[in-house]
């Protein structure tokens, strides 16, 4: 990928007339994509609403669980919109995809009543909604079918399954398409510096520092708060999971630290029915550092594309994202899936700005990262919530004193 950006910028530098000529490459790229976004998303929302409501809410842990799952994730895409807005990675530089903005806005929202705006989200029929061009009739379907599939309990369950089961197909058809992402990144970056030069590269690198800033940022205030409330330091609960955290940083797969977290958080006295309920539970649907990538990248590509979003987009974007970023589960490919049906369900910010994305993917470690410290805190905050954690057990642990071999026995 790293070779793919550096070539797209090398052609589009010192022979912008042939870069130009570059963009088919990402067209196609977002066409495939596109292709799939509808049944995709509905599968991943209807599983992630039903598949929560039956892995979560059996038992009183659960329910906290799922309150404590849905404010985060609330709070962590509030905190992207917010970061992209006040620091305006994609600001102050020449209009990037505007011509693509222009065909996918929207109409204003004065020539579009509440009522013909709510009308239009309901589709004639269940299956026109995905022949059609609206995400947002896809997402009320997988709405009303993922909270009728948690109602009905194992009734459904035979369609749960099939549902899961087409998820997965469509995730495979995902994988082999994202192996043409180098060939997508090429042609983006080619076309975007052939066309407007090398200057318009530099958005890139202000929303990497950006993502970085209000991660680290959301770890150490928001989760911060959160874990001293639960009486533990945030510092010292990083310092004491940083094998884990390295292991994810150089393998860029959060699921190599599974096991050696369940081992750290029931030994610092975590009782171990919450820890082995919330540690995979939280891998599907307290992925923090995901949705705040989900939330400032879509603003990110709209100031790069100088759409100007207000208050009441705004709080449509965050609206749509807490159920788009139901489907950013921890899969390679599901954070751009998210973000596509996002930006498509908006229908204001071009999706072709999205592949530029694409070129410093391997950079955003802070997603992981963020992702996996967001779920030892969720797993402390819960046991404190349930009375179920030892906090002498915790004191020693974080302290780095050994601990009693039974301290996680509660």
């Not at 659960?62 to 006040?86: D, Q, T, W």
């Not at 995730?171 to 975007?192: R, T």
């Not at 150490?220 to 609960?237: D, K, T």
């Not at 994810?248 to 050696?260: E, K, Y």
Request: proline share 3%; with cysteine.
């Amino acid at each position: 990928m790293a070779l793919a950006f550096a070539a797209g910028m090398l052609l589009g530098h010192f022979f912008p007339s042939a870069g130009a000529l570059m963009k088919p490459l990402s067209d196609g790229f977002l066409r495939l994509v596109g292709m799939l976004i509808g049944v995709l998303i509905f599968c991943l929302v209807v599983s992630g609403i039903a598949g929560m409501r039956n892995r979560l809410q059996a038992t009183q842990v659960g329910v906290k669980a799922f309150f404590y799952f849905e404010a985060m994730a609330a709070l962590s895409l509030a905190a992207g919109i917010v970061g992209a807005l006040l620091l305006a990675p994609g600001k102050g530089f020449a209009p990037v995809f505007t011509a693509e903005a222009a065909q996918h806005a929207a109409p204003a929202p004065a020539t579009q009543s509440a009522s013909g705006f709510l009308l239009d989200i309901i589709p004639s029929t269940f299956t026109s909604a995905f022949t059609g061009n609206s995400i947002l009739q896809v997402l009320l379907l997988a709405l009303l079918t993922g909270i009728a599939l948690a109602r009905v309990g194992e009734r459904g369950r035979g369609l749960l399954e099939l549902i899961e089961g087409v998820q997965q197909v469509f995730y495979g058809m995902v994988g082999m398409i994202l192996k043409l992402a180098p060939l997508a990144a090429f042609g983006a970056v080619a076309f975007m510096i052939g066309r407007y030069g090398i200057s318009s590269a530099l958005p890139l690198l202000h929303f990497l520092a950006a993502i970085y800033l209000v991660s680290i940022l959301f770890v150490f205030v928001v989760m911060g708060l959160v874990a001293r409330a639960a009486g533990c330091n945030i510092f010292r609960l990083v310092a004491y999971v940083k094998e884990e955290l390295m292991l994810v940083f150089f393998t860029s797969s959060s699921i190599a630290a599974l096991p050696g977290l369940v081992e750290k958080l029931e030994k610092m006295g975590c009782a171990k029915p919450v820890v082995r309920l919330m540690l995979p539970a939280g891998y599907s649907f307290n992925l923090n550092g995901s949705t705040l990538y989900i939330a400032m990248a879509a603003v990110f590509l709209a100031q790069v594309a100088h759409v100007d979003l207000g208050f009441w987009q705004l709080l449509s974007l965050l609206g749509i994202m807490m159920l788009t970023s139901k489907s950013a589960a921890s899969v390679a490919g599901s954070s751009f899936v998210a973000l596509a049906a996002t930006l498509a369900s908006l229908n204001l910010i071009p999706l072709a700005g999205m592949v530029l994305l694409l070129g410093v993917e391997r950079l955003m470690k802070c997603r992981s990262l963020t992702n996996v410290i967001g779920n030892c805190v969720a797993c402390i905050a819960v046991c404190a919530w349930e009375k179920a954690l030892d906090r002498q057990a915790m004191h020693q642990a974080l302290s780095g004193k050994d601990l009693p071999a039974a301290a996680n026995q509660i």
